[in-house]
């Protein structure tokens, strides 16, 4: 470190240090102020969302990671806040009611830290660091790996054990020819019912984008305005013992242009003739023709067209 830092009773550091151990460039910043002040306090930055990709470790086993190297500090956390102001208050507050009002303090931090938004009362240096170690490239290298230890297998049942439910987003689409008087479905390989188009969202895009891509990723056709239908979750197998679940938005479209090809993972595309009331031709769509976990949908369909043709 080549700053000289301003005397003060106090010194403290932000961080979030989201590593599995502290690398060379937190010992030296970590050494570095410990060595000029006579208290030290770490503060570390707690996210509301539990064990994402930029937050996966808590705040105790953190802490415990940095007691372990620097058993002499104190070690406590700060929550997150939508902006830097009431964050900034916050902090100050907490300082506050650890050193009295009479006691200098210092904060650190490197040139990308909390600094840049730190709107508080209390002073900052900015640190040159001579080292520098990526927390995400670190990250990134460790999720790649899976060890045979115990206590790795004990990891990935405390961070599934440690997420709130999930819903997983979907989209289906229900694509009506220009009569509206047929419906395309898809079938998957290995299936023998058919199912509305549809996938799930990605985050890039809202519903109706994410539709609109589904379309013509499984489909390659054009369609015209998509109307909301409703929504409902959706019995998949994959999660029926499990507390996340999928619930999907159903739209409705029609088809303007194009021939149905099939792509990504349907195997088939088909228009099935709706009937127009409760006696089945034939050839017409029932409910048998579709697989389970969409029965709900084609119910809840239908029941939005015979509202509409009353």
């Not at 520098?132 to 790996?145: A, P, Q, Y």
Request: glycine share 6%; aromatic share 10%; with cysteine.
């Amino acid at each position: 470190m080549k700053n000289k830092s301003r005397k003060a009773d106090t010194g403290v550091l932000v961080g979030r240090f989201q590593v599995p151990h502290l690398h060379d460039g937190h010992l030296q910043l970590i050494s570095y102020v410990m060595e000029r002040h006579q208290k030290v306090i770490i503060f570390l930055g707690l996210s509301p969302a539990r064990v994402t990709r930029s937050n996966p470790l808590d705040f105790e086993s953190r802490k415990q990671m940095l007691l372990a190297e620097f058993p002499e500090l104190n070690v406590l956390y700060i929550k997150d806040c939508p902006s830097d102001e009431p964050w900034s208050k916050k902090l100050d507050s907490q300082i506050h009611d650890l050193v009295g009002p009479t006691t200098d303090v210092l904060l650190y931090g490197s040139r990308e830290s909390f600094i840049a938004h730190y709107t508080g009362k209390y002073p900052t240096q900015e640190m040159e660091q001579e080292i520098f170690v990526s927390g995400v490239e670190i990250r990134n290298e460790i999720s790649g790996r899976v060890r045979s230890s115990p206590e790795f297998r004990e990891g990935v049942i405390w961070a599934a054990y440690n997420q709130y439910p999930r819903a997983m987003p979907t989209v289906d689409i229900a694509i009506w020819n220009e009569a509206r008087d047929s419906l395309l479905l898809a079938r998957k390989p290995n299936e023998t019912e058919h199912r509305f188009v549809g996938g799930f969202v990605q985050g890039d895009g809202n519903f109706e984008e994410n539709a609109r891509r589904e379309v013509a990723e499984e489909t390659h056709i054009e369609i015209g305005d998509l109307t909301y239908v409703g929504s409902h979750v959706v019995d998949d197998w994959r999660y029926r013992r499990e507390l996340d679940k999928i619930v999907t938005v159903l739209f409705e479209c029609v088809s303007v242009f194009g021939k149905p090809t099939p792509d990504d993972d349907i195997s088939e595309l088909r228009w099935f003739k709706v009937a127009d009331g409760p006696i089945y031709g034939p050839d017409d769509l029932k409910e048998t023709d579709i697989v389970a976990e969409h029965r709900p949908l084609f119910k809840m369909l239908m029941e939005k067209r015979n509202a509409n043709a009353d």
